[in-house]
C-alpha cells in the first residue's frame, strides 16, 4: 500500500517547558502523515509530497523524513529554497502559532505538474488540507486539484481537512470558495467546528456536517476539541464521544493526530464509529506531550 500527504512541513519551535525552545519539524498534513507511518504497518509506502530546499535547514528536515521512512516521492528539490518557520506559545494547554513562512520553498510544490501527477500516482490515499491550499497561488491551487481531481478517477481515496488559518488567506471569501471546491474532490472530509464556524458560520456541528455532505461528501467527522465528534456517515449521523479526563500539555497537533488515527483505522477496514473512537485516543496522547508530533512510542500505545 501507498500512501501520500500533500503540503507543507516547516521548522517547528516548541516551547521546551523550561522558557526555551526545542527545534522540531511539523506542519499540518505532515503531522498526519506522520501519525499514519507511526500507525500503520512498515510496508506502507509513505510520502510527503511537497517542494524542498537546499539549506541547511532542508538538509535535517530530510534527514529526519529518511530517518522515519518518510520519503518524498517526486517533490521538487529546489537551489535556493528553504523551509517555513513556525513556533508555538501556549496559555495553559493552549496554543497558538507565529509563522515566519511567507518565502518558504513548499509555496513551490504544484509548479511542476508531471511531477506532481507522479508523486500522486497508484496512492491507496491521498490528504490534503486547507493550509496546502492556503501557501498555493491561485495557478498553482488549481494544479493542484486538478492532479488531486486525476488520481482520485484513477481509484486514489482523497481525504481534506479544512484546517482554515484565516491569516494564509486574502479574504474569507476566497479561502471558502478553495475549501468547499477541494470538498468536491474528497472522499473524507475532517473538519474543526471551530474553524467552519468562523468560516461558513455554521451554527454547530450537525450544520457544518450537513453542509459538507450535502456537496455529495460520503464520510465527515466534524471534530469539537475536547467534545463528541460528530460522524456523517452514509447519510446517517452520530456522535462520537471524546475520551474524559485527558491531561493536556500542548493541543497542537490534536485535529491532526485525530485524522491520522482515523484514517489508519478506515485504511485497516474498521468501521467509521471504531476508527472515530481509535482517533480519540490518538488525539488525547498527542496532547500529552509537547509540539505537534506525537513519539512512534507513545502512537504505538494508542493500539488495543
Ligand atoms: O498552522 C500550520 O500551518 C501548521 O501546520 C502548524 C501546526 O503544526 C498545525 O497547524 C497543527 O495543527
Not at 231 to 256: F, I, M, N, Q, Y
Request: include cysteine; glycine fraction near 10%; proline fraction near 5%.
Amino acid at each position: 500500500m501507498k500512501i501520500a500527504a500533500i503540503g507543507e512541513c516547516m521548522v517547528e519551535f516548541a516551547p521546551d517547558g523550561r522558557d526555551g525552545w526545542q527545534m522540531g519539524f511539523a506542519g499540518d498534513t505532515f503531522n498526519t502523515l506522520w501519525t499514519l507511518r507511526g500507525l500503520l504497518p512498515s510496508n506502507v509506502t509513505t510520502d510527503y509530497v511537497s517542494a524542498f530546499g537546499d539549506d541547511e535547514f532542508s538538509r535535517r528536515q530530510l534527514a529526519f523524513f529518511a530517518q522515519h521512512h518518510v520519503g518524498t516521492a517526486n517533490s521538487p528539490h529546489i537551489a535556493g529554497g528553504r523551509p517555513g518557520l513556525y513556533a508555538i506559545t501556549l496559555d495553559g494547554a493552549e496554543r497558538s502559532f507565529t509563522y515566519w513562512r511567507g518565502d518558504s520553498v513548499a509555496r513551490r510544490l504544484a509548479d511542476d505538474s508531471a511531477a506532481l501527477a507522479g508523486s500522486l500516482k497508484d496512492r491507496k490515499l491521498i490528504y490534503f488540507s486547507g493550509i496546502t491550499l492556503a501557501i498555493l497561488t491561485p495557478t498553482s491551487r488549481r494544479a493542484l486539484l486538478a492532479a488531486v481531481t486525476v488520481a482520485r478517477a484513477q481509484g486514489s481515496l482523497i481525504a481534506f481537512d479544512p484546517n482554515y488559518r484565516p491569516r494564509l488567506w486574502p479574504d474569507r471569501a476566497i479561502a471558502a470558495a478553495a475549501i468547499t471546491e477541494a470538498e468536491h474532490v474528497a472522499d473524507i472530509v475532517l473538519p474543526t467546528f471551530d474553524d467552519e464556524r468562523s468560516l461558513f458560520d455554521d451554527v454547530d456541528p450537525a450544520a457544518t456536517g450537513r453542509r459538507i455532505t450535502d456537496l455529495g461528501v460520503r464520510e465527515c467527522v466534524v471534530k469539537n476539541g475536547g467534545q463528541a465528534a460528530l460522524l456523517c456517515h452514509d447519510g446517517r449521523v452520530a456522535e462520537s464521544p471524546a475520551r474524559p479526563g485527558v491531561k493536556a500539555v500542548d493541543t497542537s497537533g490534536a485535529g491532526d493526530a485525530f485524522n491520522g488515527g482515523y484514517l489508519a483505522a478506515r485504511l485497516q477496514g474498521r468501521e467509521p464509529a471504531d476508527a472515530a473512537a481509535f482517533a480519540h485516543r490518538v488525539a488525547a496522547l498527542a496532547i500529552g506531550v509537547r509540539g505537534a508530533l506525537t513519539p512512534f512510542s507513545v502512537l504505538s500505545t494508542a493500539r488495543e
